[in-house]
Structures are given as C-alpha cells and as structure tokens.
C-alpha cells in the first residue's frame, strides 16, 4: 500500500488511526500497541502476503539473538562474552545472508557469469519491500544489545520498533534509541490532538512534494535515460535537462516520503528521526551526507565506518575507511555496478572534500573564493548531479552517454526543437551566439521535440530548483512559526491555535485537496526508495 | 480541534473554488483547442452542404488522413464525407457530433482508431478538454453527478488549461495541421510524400507496434459505449452503418494471435449489431513507406491505397449499389 494512494487516506489510515486510539482510550496500551503492530503487517502484507512470513521470521529470529546475547552478556564471564559475541556475529551474518540472497544473488551471478563466460541461470527473485531498512535497523539492535548499549525489551516493543508502518517500507532508518524510550512512556500512547494536527500537516507537505512535484517532473527525466539506456545519443542541453530532472525529481520524491513519514508517526504521538534537511542547501559533500537520508549516513557512520576505524588510524586509513564505507552505501542502494561507482563517486568527493579542508586551511587566499556560500553550494549540487547519473541510469554504457553527453566531451550540442523554439520567440541573435561559442544543432530530431519541454519542463524545473535552494523545509516552517520547539518537538498549542496556526491548517487543507485531485487524476507512482 | 476545524475548511474552500471556477469558465473558448475547433467547424459545414444519400466516415485523425473523400466519391459515385477530426475525441462524442447531421438514407462507417476501443465508457480527457472550451451545452447535457465527476476528476493540469483559456485568451498557436489543407470532402490534404520531414520520418522509423493483447482486454468498454450509441442513432434516423478497421502500421509481431482475437471480437459484436463489416484488420495495415508522421496518418499514397480498397468493398453492398444508381440516374 502506498502512503500517496486512496485506499491508504480514505481508509487504511483513518480506520487504524480510530481504531487505535479507541483501543488506547478503552483498553490496555498493550491492546493498542498489538493492534498498531497488527495493522503495520497488514500494511507490508498488503504488497506480497507471502514476504509476511520473511518479515515475522527475521522479527522472531532478530528478537529470540538479541534476547539470547542479553542473557550471555549478564553472566559476565570470559566464555558468555565469547559466546555473545559469536551470537552477535551470527546474527548479523544471518540478515546480511537474507538480504544478500534477496538482493545480491543475481548481481552476484551476473557478475561471475560476465567473468567466466559461464551462462548460470538468474533467480529472478522479487526484492521484498523494505528488506533493507528492517534488516539495517535489526543489525543495529543486535550489534548494540552485544555492546551492552540497549537494555531489555517488551517483544511488543521491538516488533512495534520493527514493524510500525510509517517507515517499515523506505525508513527512515530508526534506530532503536530514537524511539524504545518514547514506547517507554504511556503518555506517547495517549491522544493528542496537537500531535495528530502537526502529523496532518506535516504529512501534507510530504504528499504535496510527492504528488505535485516529484511526479510531475518524473516526465521530464525518464525519457532521457530511457533513452541513452537503449543506446540513443542526447544533446549536451537534454542530458542537462535529464540529470536535472531526476536529481529534482529523487529530491522531493525522498523528501516527500520522509516528511510523510515523521508526519504519519506524528499522528501516531511518536517521533520518528529526520531523515532528509535540504541536503542541495549544502556547502560541500560532507555536509550533503549530513543532510540526505540522515540515518543510513548515521548507520553507517556508526556500524561501517567507526568499526573499520574512522579517523584514529592517519589520513590514509580515514580515506580507505571512507570509500569502503561509501561502497557499501552504494551497494545497499541497489545491486548493480553503477551503485557501486556512484557509491565510489561520492567516496571519492568526500576524500577531496577532507582533502581540501586539510589543505585549505594552508593555502587560505586561493580557498577564499570556495568560501562563498553560493559558490561552495552550485559546485556541491553539480557534483552530486554528476553522481546521480549513474545512480539512475540502467546500464553502464547509458551513464556513459549522459556524461559524455553532460560533459561536452564530443562537442555541446543542443536539440533542432530549441532552435525551433528560439526561432519562434524571434531570438535569432541567441542562435548566432551559441553557434559563434561552438555549440551545434543536433542533427537528430530530439527527445525534446515537444513545445511541453519548453513551456512546462523548464519552468518546472526552475521553480523545483528555487523550491530546493530557497524555501524552508517542512519541519523549518514549524520551527519558524514556533509551532514546534526544542529537540522533542514539543508543540505549542498557542500557536497551533492560534491565527498561524489556523491559517497553516487552512492552507494545509487547499494544498490537500489538490494533491488529491492529482492523484485522482494520475497514475500511481511508486517512492523511488522502495527499489532500496 | 481547531486545527482540523480549520484543514477541513482549506479542503471544502479548495472544493468549492474548483467547482466554481469550472462552472465559471466552462464554454470559454482556450487556444489549445482552436485547431480541433476550426477542423470541427469545416466537416459540420461540409456534412450540412452535402446532399443525402451520402457515405459518411467517421473516425479519428486517422480517418482524416487516411481516408481519400475524393477518390471514394469518384470511384464510388456517391458524395463522400470525411469526418474524421481527432482519436482524442471519445466514441460516445464522436457519435455524438454526427447525430445532428445524419439524414436518412445516409450510410456512416465507423472507422474508429483502435485506441478508441480502449477507451473507459466516461468522457476521455481530449474530449472533456474540448467540451469544457468548446461545447459547453454538451457538458450541461451531462447528468449533475457525470458533470461534477468530469469536475473533480479533471486533474490540476486540466484545470489550469481551463484557467490559462479564461485569463490569457487570444494566443496565436500552432495548429498541428492547417486548415486550408482540408479538402471539399473534409479530407486533410497535408500529408504529401514529396516533402518529406525529417522529424516526421524518424517517429515513423522508430514507432513499434502495438500492444493488442491490452487492446483485446479493454475493447469490451469501447464497444459497450458505441452499442449504446448506435441505438441511439437508429432510433433517430433511417441510416445504415457499416464497420471497418482504421489504418496503422504493419508489424510481424502482430502474427502472435492477439489480433486475431481482437479481429474476432470486432467482427462478433458488429454481426450481432447487424452492422457488415469492410474488410480486415491486415487489409487497412500497411507498411512505413506509406505513413506520413503517426502510426495512424497515412501520407498520400497509403490514402489512395486505402481508399481504393474501400470503394470496392463499398461496391459490394447492395445499398451502396442502390445510392450509386439513385446518383447516376440524376446527374443523367
């Protein structure tokens, strides 16, 4: 089930939110808690009722280790720490085995076939929704119950902690320490109509990106590398206009699914873990991780690039560390070569990124000029752009034409439609001048031969890149208003109620209506994150 | 509680300000449709001008430049009428449009494009686009839930095409083909082999062929809508209708069964109708060299081709027979 789909807000939600907090108001939290649990596997079962059983095997399995190496750590002694540990191990072998079966085989297999010239058949096995993100969170909890960092569980808490629906499919990746406490207190249990209010809006935005923006503009850059990926050549200006698309449209399809996430949590009374700060805002790649997907950059922070040894080791080890730790990012992303080289890209960037601030720190007149903001951020955005290309084009060979295509390695080109165009509006001047720098019609009738292109992708392209660069995020717009303060997003309720908050929630609800008239208007899209 | 008090205000105000711009600006003639418009207008004056007994095609643009008017009006000897306008145009409106016009005795020929087949019975968004810009009285014909259902289905890009219509009017746009181009027959002319377009070849070179097995799946609501429709006619006027299939592009692939199957379900619902069918699906394919610039647009010697395979299958129909011996004994 999606979150942008009608069965999802006309019913699924409505009914498990009324539900639930009827349990909770009639019964025991407990009740509630089992029912919240039982709603979130109907909600995974609804896609593939068979990986149901993939789910609850990994939750008993993950739950009955971690439980074992609690025990074995209370003994104390050399042989319990040892046995601990190797349960520890086992288990985390164990998810990594599942996920690598589900995800990796056929990569894998393709991989050796391409070697050894041999012809092994693929599995074709269906990645089960989500493996990455239940898998990752379990590791977690398992590595830290060895550490000793978390203390005994009620089983309704850790299936809560593994199951619950707002981020059961494509995260945030929640780690146990952000949310087992808040399952601790009854009072994140009780109703409130303040959390359930900001939820709304909150989970609005999220629609409204996903919605109104990111499939909008999803037009625009699936002919593109459709394209390159059957093997067609692009002009400089279309593949441009592709990579821009895409990088804009994975930017407010993540954007949205996250903010519809913490929102959905929110109407639950429980704060899920940011996951997405306008990452294109920042000033280099370190920062970029910071800010996108936050808790994968978290985890393997925490579970990759800390146990490898992080920084303690020199610089050459902290950059070893760093590529191995990208790589493994990129691997998670997807099971395909151009994960891995867009994991390696973006190792490589952070390398230069600690490189240069290293050096930069002797060679402070020439830095000055990447100490602009605007500068730092235009050459952080292009380099992540570049990236992208091979996160999202299919084949090897189809990444290549786009940045041969982007980099003007064999001439810049722009399509016959944009002359046509240029033509109509009486800009020949414009024409004479691009020749005059070198740059040539294609040819070739374009992939942009719409006037759509012209007069609805560029535009939205441009408003989607000041949207970007320039507009306050969701949970910014709370704080501004100081709707919501502090760490916990305690919420005002003066605020809420009073003349910002009463003309957010009108806007909220226009902004809501025509989100669901698109999508009672258009085809259903899938988030992209659930290919992870 | 103030909070969803005022959301569900947001959510009825932006309810009420769609409805009621809709209504507003319903029948405010938008630019996107003069082109459809202007060709609409010819083949009505066309079908008023010409006189009855006539053969009539109707259909999508694939009619318009597949169908050679003139060449059946000669060989057939009985004034022809090519009204062919748009596949955008759902059936239901595309029988709708030829109701006011049909005098007795006349013959129409359904030679409705595949995709129209597919269509869902409720309005397509091409005709509701045009209806909301052009026919308003049509729309208002529609009953209140049909209209409200158009209303709150048509999606913000339709919306603000209608918006765009009201507040920017007079754009001079593009139209896809010109007008002056369309013969007496209603025939578009502009599909000449000896200018060749570059553009135009390359989609012709690229197009792939069609997924029938979809087609055979979904054609059950194309013909339930025009079952509908054709009684609708029958009840009105003295006319015989005849069927035949539209021109595309011939592709091997189209050997795999699923046309057979769609072919067998065309010639079973049209025997059922008592509606004789011209001819068959492989006759009206043909190959690229013939296109002009879609999988549906014949260039002007695919329209010859075309139209001389039909003038004989008309001339095998006893009451085409009769039209043509009616026309002969009065032009002597």
């Given amino acids: 089930m999606l979150f942008n789909s009608i069965e999802f807000i006309a019913f699924f939600l409505p009914f498990v939110l009324v539900a639930y907090f009827a349990l909770q108001k009639y019964a025991p939290v407990k009740f509630a808690i089992g029912f919240l649990v039982f709603s979130s596997l109907v909600f995974y079962g609804w896609w593939k009722p068979v990986y149901l059983l993939l789910l609850i095997f990994s939750l008993l399995v993950n739950f009955f280790l971690s439980q074992t190496i609690l025990n074995l750590n209370q003994r104390q002694t050399d042989r319990h720490k040892a046995l601990a540990k190797w349960t520890m191990i086992g288990g985390v072998v164990l998810n990594l085995g599942l996920i690598g079966y589900f995800k990796y085989t056929d990569f894998l297999i393709d991989t050796l076939n391409q070697l050894s010239g041999a012809n092994v058949g693929f599995l074709d096995l269906i990645l089960p929704l989500g493996i990455s993100f239940f898998t990752f969170q379990q590791v977690a909890y398992l590595v830290d119950t060895y550490r000793g960092i978390t203390t005994e569980h009620r089983f309704s808490y850790y299936c809560l902690f593994v199951t619950f629906f707002p981020q059961l499919i494509a995260g945030p990746i929640v780690h146990h320490s952000s949310v087992m406490p808040q399952f601790e207190r009854e009072s994140t249990f009780r109703f409130d109509i303040n959390n359930l209010s900001v939820g709304l809006f909150i989970f609005s935005i999220g629609l409204a990106k996903k919605v109104l923006l990111a499939d909008s503009i999803s037009d625009f850059s699936t002919p593109i590398f459709g394209a390159v990926d059957r093997g067609e050549s692009v002009t400089t200006v279309e593949a441009w206009a592709g990579a821009l698309a895409y990088s804009l449209q994975l930017y407010f399809d993540f954007s949205g699914y996250s903010d519809m996430a913490i929102g959905l949590g929110m109407m639950f009374g429980i704060r899920l873990p940011v996951n997405f700060n306008s990452p294109y805002k920042s000033i280099n790649i370190i920062e970029f991780w910071r800010r996108w997907h936050m808790t994968l950059s978290q985890f393997l922070r925490d579970y990759v690039y800390i146990p490898l040894g992080g920084n303690r080791k020199g610089t050459l080890s902290r950059y070893n560390n760093l590529m191995i730790t990208m790589l493994v990012g990129g691997l998670w992303h997807g099971a395909g070569w151009n994960f891995i080289i867009w994991g390696g890209l973006h190792g490589f ?184 | 509680m103030r909070f969803f008090t005022f959301f569900l205000s947001g959510l009825l105000l932006g309810a009420v300000v769609w409805m009621s711009v809709i209504y507003t600006l319903i029948g405010t003639p938008g630019d996107s449709s003069i082109g459809l418009h202007e060709t609409f207008s010819i083949k009505k004056d066309i079908l008023t001008e010409t006189p009855s007994p006539r053969i009539i095609f109707v259909g999508g643009s694939g009619v318009l430049m597949g169908v050679g008017a003139d060449i059946i009006n000669e060989l057939v000897g009985v004034p022809t009428v090519n009204f062919g306008i748009w596949a955008g145009f759902d059936l239901v409106y595309q029988m709708h449009n030829i109701k006011e016009f049909l005098r007795d005795g006349d013959v129409v020929v359904f030679s409705f494009e595949y995709t129209n087949y597919d269509y869902p019975t409720r309005m397509s968004e091409g005709t509701r686009q045009y209806v909301m810009q052009r026919d308003e009285s049509y729309f208002l014909e529609q009953p209140v839930m049909e209209q409200l259902n158009q209303i709150f289905t048509l999606g913000p890009e339709g919306f603000y095409k209608i918006l765009a219509a009201a507040l920017v009017p007079n754009v001079e746009v593009e139209r896809a083909y010109p007008i002056e181009k369309i013969n007496e027959f209603g025939d578009q002319t502009v599909n000449r082999v000896d200018k060749p377009d570059a553009l135009k070849q390359r989609i012709i070179k690229n197009r792939g062929p069609d997924n029938f097995s979809h087609k055979v799946d979904n054609m059950d609501r194309g013909l339930t809508a025009l079952a509908d429709q054709i009684e609708v006619l029958r009840d009105k006027k003295e006319v015989k209708f005849l069927a035949t299939y539209p021109n595309t592009i011939y592709f091997k692939e189209y050997e795999d069964g699923h046309l057979n199957q769609f072919e067998d379900k065309f010639e079973d619902f049209f025997e059922k109708k008592d509606i004789p069918v011209l001819g068959a699906a492989r006759d009206f394919m043909y190959p690229k060299k013939y296109f002009y610039d879609t999988a549906y647009h014949l260039n002007n010697l695919g329209v010859e081709k075309r139209s001389k395979a039909l003038a004989e299958l008309l001339l095998k129909d006893g009451d085409i027979q009769k039209m043509r011996k009616y026309w002969k004994n009065r032009s002597s």
């Avoid at chain 1, 414009?430 to 006037?451: A, E, M, Q, Y």
């Avoid at chain 1, 000041?466 to 760490?487: E, H, W």
């Avoid at chain 1, 009108?506 to 085809?523: E, I, Y």
């Fill in chain 1, 349 to 532: 960037y952070l390398i230069c990124n600690h490189g240069w601030q290293n050096a930069s720190k002797k060679l402070p007149t020439v830095c000055n000029v990447f100490r602009f903001r605007p500068v730092s951020i235009f050459i952080t955005f292009i380099a992540v752009v570049l990236a992208w290309v091979f996160f999202r084009a299919e084949t090897f060979s189809g990444a290549g034409v786009m940045l041969t295509a982007m980099l003007g390695v064999e001439g810049v080109s722009f399509p016959v439609a944009l002359e046509v165009t240029l033509n109509q509006m009486g800009k020949h001047d414009l024409i004479s001048l691009l020749n005059s720098f070198g740059v040539v019609i294609s040819p070739d009738p374009s992939i942009i031969r719409t006037k759509d292109w012209f007069s609805s992708g560029v535009p939205l392209i441009g408003v989607l890149l000041f949207v970007a660069f320039f507009m306050p995020n969701s949970l910014d717009m709370l704080r501004k208003s100081n709707l919501i303060q502090g760490p916990d997003w305690i919420i005002s309720g003066s605020v809420l109620n009073g003349t910002k908050g009463r003309a957010m929630a009108l806007a909220t609800g226009v902004v809501f209506f025509v989100s669901l008239m698109t999508m009672m208007t258009t085809k259903q899209s899938e988030f992209l994150y659930f290919n992870f």
